[in-house]
């Protein structure tokens, strides 16, 4: 599992989502220093066939946000093990990061043909969607993740804001009334946008 991705937070008319959750929350808490990098390319240099070590060469120039030398190392990946499933994830999370949405989606979805019930994937496929935004399709997978993870808070709120966006506030008020008991900060930040 890729553990090292970066988080970041975006946004659709100042709407927040929150973004790549499990895969993306830990390369924030910790940067590579230019030893660090050093050293994990260094391991690639010695064990040129090692597709962990380009991995973790990849995970290290995320942290650092130098994307494309870490899209690099993940196409380095796959080049010597090309079911590495996790690549494919990391490989969507650097174009989210980037921007280059339509380029994640085929990543997560690619991911998805290995594991089809991913509800993290469902959800970065939905993040995606949303910022282009194609509040229908977002929705969709947002509603997958939600079926494959009941308790998945997060999907919860962006299919609201998906509702919001598409005119179906009775869907989106329900949602609101379900965060109320499960999470207040989600239910305070989407109760803004019945306003808007």
């Known amino acids: 599992m ?3 991705l970066p988080h970041s937070r975006v946004g ?7 973004v790549l959750l499990a895969t993306l929350t830990l390369l924030a808490s910790c940067s590579r220093s230019p030893s660090d990098l050093k050293t994990l390319q260094q391991q690639v240099w010695k064990n040129p066939k ?6 973790l060469l990849g995970n290290g120039y995320a942290r650092s946000e130098r994307y494309s030398e870490a899209a690099d190392a993940y196409k380095s990946a ?3 093990n090309p079911k590495l499933d996790e690549a494919y994830h990391a490989l969507g999370a650097v174009a989210f990061n980037q921007k280059n949405y339509t380029e994640s989606l085929k990543y997560f979805q690619k991911h998805l043909e290995h594991s089809p019930k ?5 959800y970065d496929v939905g993040n995606a969607y949303m910022q282009l935004k194609q509040f229908e399709k977002a929705a969709k997978s947002y509603s997958e993740a939600i079926d494959n993870s009941e308790s998945f808070t997060e999907a919860h709120y962006n299919l609201a804001i998906c509702y919001l966006n598409t ?5 989106a008020q329900a ?3 379900w965060l109320l008991k499960k999470n207040n900060y989600l239910a305070v930040s989407l109760q803004k946008h019945f306003k808007k």
Request: without cysteine.
């Open 175 to 177: 949602i609101y009334e």
């Open 118 to 122: 991913d509800s993290l994937t469902l």
């Open 2 to 4: 890729i553990n090292s």
């Open 167 to 171: 005119g179906q506030r009775a869907e």
């Open 78 to 80: 796959l080049a010597i």
């Open 12 to 18: 659709i008319q100042r709407v927040p989502i929150i």
């Open 50 to 55: 090692d597709a962990g070590a380009y991995m």
